[in-house]
């Protein structure tokens, strides 16, 4: 019998990997999908299946054409349905004036941030929609509902993926698909994305938000799981998480150490 999939495209080890080990507790097979650092990817499924779960890893690309959509195929043809997805690509490209920011840095961040997107769900919802289930977890930031100096290419990126995730709950929620878009309102304690942006300012940061003062990835893992098992009379769409010591987003005034 094949294997219930959870796949991941943008697994760290950070957010996707914690999510994948989460899914893969629960018995999926989880196939975790990273840019770079085949070393890094390789020691995620050792950790996954040294806990005694299933998991596999590939490099991908997912700016490059048809990158993706391969990789939905290959997944499902090789290994076994995929009844779950997490999107968690960051488009982050650093804190840049408009006329610093060239048009295809620009452009990168809408590939990562809301174009890739799109082709996961243009090859993946069709699957779904015949077998009559699957849900599509969506990692999202601060910058998807409010856009800072600085932020253009983000803020652009993160506020189209947004409302990709409504057209797509609105069209295929009816039809079986669960669309979940999670804003992470908040610093995550990920090595592979806030610590390679603040380097060796990354522990001092930490201590100083104080204890539990950063989303620890464990714990956000735990929200996917429940947003994928949901009952379809208790569907959530959207929700936003961060640190009990955190002000909402409509609140805050960005932190010069991090911009989200």
Not at 5 to 10: C, N, Q
Not at 113 to 118: H, T, V
Not at 150 to 170: D, E, I, N, Y
Request: charged fraction near 20%; proline fraction near 4%.
């Amino acid at each position: 019998m094949a294997d219930k999939v959870f796949l991941v495209i943008g697994a760290g080890a950070g957010i996707g990997g914690h999510a994948a080990a989460r899914f893969a507790q629960g018995g999926y097979h989880a196939v975790l999908a990273r840019r770079s650092d085949e070393e890094g990817l390789a020691k995620l499924v050792a950790q996954i299946e040294d806990a005694g779960g299933k998991a596999s890893g590939t490099l991908l690309d997912a700016s490059a054409d048809g990158t993706i959509e391969e990789l939905v195929e290959r997944t499902e043809s090789d290994i076994g349905p995929i009844e779950a997805v997490l999107y968690n690509l960051g488009a982050q490209i650093g804190n840049r004036d408009l006329a610093n920011t060239p048009h295809r840095t620009f452009e990168l961040g809408w590939r990562l941030g809301c174009y890739g997107l799109f082709r996961l769900a243009h090859a993946l919802t069709p699957r779904m929609v015949e077998r009559g289930s699957g849900t599509i977890l969506v990692t999202s930031a601060t910058a998807a509902v409010r856009g800072n100096a600085g932020q253009h290419s983000h803020a652009a990126a993160m506020g189209g993926r947004r409302m990709l995730c409504q057209t797509l709950k609105a069209e295929f929620g009816p039809q079986g698909v669960h669309v979940a878009h999670v804003v992470v309102d908040g610093s995550v304690d990920a090595p592979d994305t806030l610590g390679k942006l603040l380097g060796d300012r990354f522990e001092e940061y930490k201590a100083s938000k104080g204890e539990d003062g950063v989303i620890d990835p464990a714990a956000l893992a735990e929200t996917y799981w429940h947003l994928a098992h949901q009952p379809k009379n208790c569907w959530t769409h959207e929700i936003d998480v961060r640190p009990f010591s955190d002000v909402a987003w409509w609140n805050d005034n960005p932190d010069p150490k991090i911009r989200t």
